[in-house]
């Protein structure tokens, strides 16, 4: 499973972009724009074609995910801790990241995917260096994504370290217009990896 999650800021044809991806077989897009209001949200989404919505997950944003029918919404740590749990329960996939391979066990079970960084060293934050390119604890029955620097070069080695898929960043928007391009090739590594194991 790839999820493929959008730079913070907003790039040309981003909505064309996103739906390319999806077409192309990213499990989900993570519509992650820290500086944006509610409003720039509900504007991304009515640009994009509804057949995509389902696997959009929309981050920190409950109204604007509650506005169309997206995949799901994720939590960063700050809006986890102020967010009524009741609110959740209407999405059909909670997520949210954690930066400890401890929080996973400790995590309510409502977050069904749970994203650790960084895996790798970051490829779109300097100095952002990976602190969990290890085998996981028990997963307590949850998906676990890495996200930290994670590319065609490295995401072999995710499943033997019991990851169920990566979120990608860096490896795909450095080079917008190679979106496509790039996200296969990562896709075509984590897939040749199941044929030989």
């Not at 509650?66 to 799901?72: K, N, T």
């Not at 290890?134 to 930290?148: E, F, M, N, T």
Request: charged share 20%.
């Amino acid at each position: 499973m790839i999820w493929v999650v959008t730079p913070p800021e907003r790039i040309h044809e981003e909505e064309k972009i996103v739906a390319d991806l999806l077409q192309a077989g990213a499990s989900h897009i993570l519509l992650r724009k820290p500086s944006w209001q509610t409003a720039d949200y509900l504007d991304f989404l009515e640009k994009t074609a509804p057949e995509w919505h389902p696997r959009i997950i929309v981050r920190d944003q409950p109204e604007a995910s509650s506005r169309f029918p997206v995949g799901g919404l994720h939590l960063s740590e700050k809006a986890r801790s102020s967010i009524d749990t009741r609110t959740l329960q209407g999405f059909p996939l909670c997520s949210t990241g954690i930066h400890d391979t401890a929080a996973i066990a400790t995590m309510p079970p409502l977050f069904s995917v749970l994203l650790l960084s960084p895996v790798f060293d970051s490829i779109s934050k300097a100095g952002h260096h990976g602190r969990f390119a290890q085998p996981l604890p028990d997963k307590q029955g949850r998906q676990v994504l890495a996200l930290g620097g994670v590319d065609a070069s490295n995401i072999h080695q995710l499943k033997a370290w019991h990851f169920d898929g990566a979120a990608v960043l860096g490896a795909i928007w450095q080079q917008p217009g190679k979106a496509v391009t790039l996200y296969q090739r990562i896709q075509e590594r984590w897939n040749s990896n199941d044929q030989s194991s």
